[in-house]
Each structure stands twice: as structure tokens, then as C-alpha cells.
């Protein structure tokens, strides 16, 4: 088993050739001055434009970096997902590779962690984006606030720092990245939020787009679905079938005493096929959730990666410097 290291750092690349060198420098020299181990993890998620070549040669030159590297492009929350599984910090930072982020920032987010926190996220406070990404963003950040019961001003700020056991603890897949922090909270982790600087892209093009914002809202449903129903399903299913089965029901007491009172039902046969759909569907309805509840105590603990890795170039000693592997 290799070794812990204190501080390990996450960060997906997606064609970013033109900013993983600068953003390494920063990050090594904002590490070695807080004087404790560390591991620069890059996930290159299906880059074509070289970043896989600059993350090599990172790694010959230093190898506290690690690279995994995909056969293609699986999204962030997938390199997130392989980054967080290979990480072996106890502390694990995540950011994104564009230098919007400030590493100089990290000491202070370690500060604020070590007031009792499991994890810190970045707020965006000033951001340095076009209105086309802003106010979407703030519309999100009300819907998930209210959605999942915590108060942040940017869920998605991919700045955030966790303790080990909360960053690996997590299943990332689809857009769930976006909901890191409420994911946690659910699983009772303590959450907050720390004000950071974010600077202006220097290079390359936002990723950015109207399909990811739609994906993410579909994916905030499927969140809250899973945070208040994954464990016992029949709870949703078996609700919702019982209300279908009592709405039926009702109507077929109504069917039974018409027909006490005038022997026949005058013509309301609609009605009755409309009461035994209801109770069929309900029936129907509450046996998913138990097929549900069967399938969550057999698979819960079971599952396959949502990603295919071509090759790995692991860190090796955290402690030696980028002199002494020369």
C-alpha cells in the first residue's frame, strides 16, 4: 500500500496545454512553503490538443505529479471520481486547470478547514465571467440552495478542499460534481464556504455550455431522488402506489353504495375502469418499490467505475524534491 501523504491535489484537464505548466509552478511553490508532504494529481480527461505530452514530462520532472490519462472524454465528474480514488491525502484539494483559481490561496482554506470543518468551498465572490455564465450560475445556486436544504453562494466553484475520508467516500458520475458539497452535508459532513479569487481565463475556451446547464438540473433531481429515497425506495414507490391504490378504493366505495341504493351504476362504467386503473397502477407501483428495496440490499455496495483509464503514471515519494529525480 503506498504510503499517505498530507495534502493531495485534484485536477481535471481538458485541453489545457497552455495552462497545466503555469499552474504547476504555482501550485509546487505554494506547497513546499506550507512544509508538509503533498501529490499533484492530473486526470486528463480525453485531451487532444498535447496536454497529455506537458503532463508527462510534468511527471519525469517531478514525481510527486501523478497523471491518469482516459481513453476519452468522460466528463469532470468521472476525473474527479478517478482522482479522489487515487488520491491518498488527508487533505485533498480539487481545482480546475485554467488558472482561474489561486493556489496562494490554500493556506487559508486549511485554516478554515481546521476550525472543525469536513469540507471548504471556494465562492466565486468576484467572478471573472461573461453574464452568459453568471446568471445561470446564480439561478442554480438559489434552485440547489433551496433544494437541498444548504445555504451556498457557488456549489460549483471547483476550488474546494475536503478531508480524505469525505473526498473518497464520495460517487461522482453524470453532473453530480456540481453537488459535491450537498452530497456531503447530506452525509453529515460539515460544510462551508470561503470567500477566493478567481482571475480571468488566460488560455484556451471555456467548456461551458447550455447542454451541461439542462444536464445539471436533471442531475439536481436525481440527487435529491437519491438522497431521500436510495436507501429504502419502497418509501417514494410505495407512497405514491398507496395513494393511487386509496384514490381507487374511494371511488369503488362510491361504486358500492350507488349500487346499494339504486342497483346499477347508471352509466358511470368510465368511472369504474378509471378506479381499477388507479388501483392497478398503485399495485403496480408498490411492487417496484419492493423490487427496488431487493435490488438496494443486494447492489448497494457494488459498483463499476463510469470511466476507462488508458495509463497511469502514479506519484512516487511525496517527500523528495524535483532536484533529486533529475
Not at 181 to 195: F, I, N, S
Not at 212 to 228: A, E, Q, W
Not at 273 to 300: D, K, N, V, W
Amino acid at each position: 500500500m503506498e504510503p499517505p501523504v498530507d495534502i493531495s491535489v485534484v485536477i481535471p484537464v481538458y485541453n489545457e496545454v497552455e495552462s497545466v505548466g503555469p499552474l504547476y509552478e504555482k501550485l509546487a511553490c505554494v506547497l513546499d512553503k506550507l512544509g508538509r508532504s503533498f501529490e499533484i494529481l492530473f486526470i486528463d480527461d480525453g485531451s487532444t490538443d498535447g496536454s497529455g505530452r506537458k503532463l508527462a514530462a510534468l511527471h519525469q520532472r517531478d514525481k510527486r505529479v501523478g497523471v491518469i490519462t482516459f481513453r476519452r472524454n468522460f466528463g469532470k465528474s468521472a476525473a474527479l471520481d478517478a482522482g479522489f480514488g487515487a488520491s491518498r491525502g488527508e487533505l485533498v484539494f480539487t481545482m480546475d486547470a485554467d488558472l482561474q483559481d489561486d493556489p496562494d490561496e490554500m493556506p487559508a482554506m486549511i485554516a478554515r478547514l481546521e476550525e472543525g470543518y469536513d469540507l471548504v468551498s471556494g465562492w466565486k465572490h468576484d467572478r471573472q465571467d461573461s453574464l452568459s455564465k453568471t446568471l445561470p450560475s446564480k439561478l442554480f445556486n438559489l434552485v440547489t440552495s433551496v433544494a437541498s436544504g444548504l445555504r451556498l453562494h457557488d456549489f460549483n466553484c471547483g476550488f474546494k478542499l475536503y478531508r480524505g475520508i469525505v473526498a473518497r467516500g464520495l460517487k461522482v458520475y453524470g453532473e453530480l460534481h456540481r453537488y459535491l458539497p450537498a452530497l456531503a452535508h447530506w452525509q453529515g459532513y460539515r460544510v462551508t464556504e470561503m470567500k477566493v479569487r478567481h482571475h480571468k481565463r488566460k488560455f484556451g475556451r471555456s467548456k461551458f455550455g447550455a447542454g451541461r446547464l439542462v444536464k445539471g438540473y436533471l442531475d439536481l433531481i436525481t440527487v435529491v431522488f437519491l438522497n431521500r429515497y436510495t436507501r429504502s425506495p419502497l418509501h417514494f414507490f410505495g407512497a405514491l402506489g398507496s395513494l393511487l391504490c386509496a384514490g381507487g378504493f374511494a371511488i369503488g366505495l362510491y361504486f358500492v353504495g350507488y349500487w346499494i341504493a339504486h342497483h346499477n351504476i347508471g352509466g358511470r362504467v368510465p368511472l369504474l375502469l378509471f378506479a381499477i386503473f388507479l388501483m392497478l397502477t398503485g399495485f403496480q407501483l408498490i411492487s417496484t418499490g419492493l423490487l427496488g428495496e431487493m435490488l438496494t440490499s443486494s447492489l448497494y455496495y457494488e459498483r463499476e467505475p463510469a470511466y476507462l483509464v488508458r495509463h497511469a503514471l502514479p506519484p512516487e515519494d511525496p517527500r523528495s524534491s524535483p532536484d533529486s529525480n533529475r
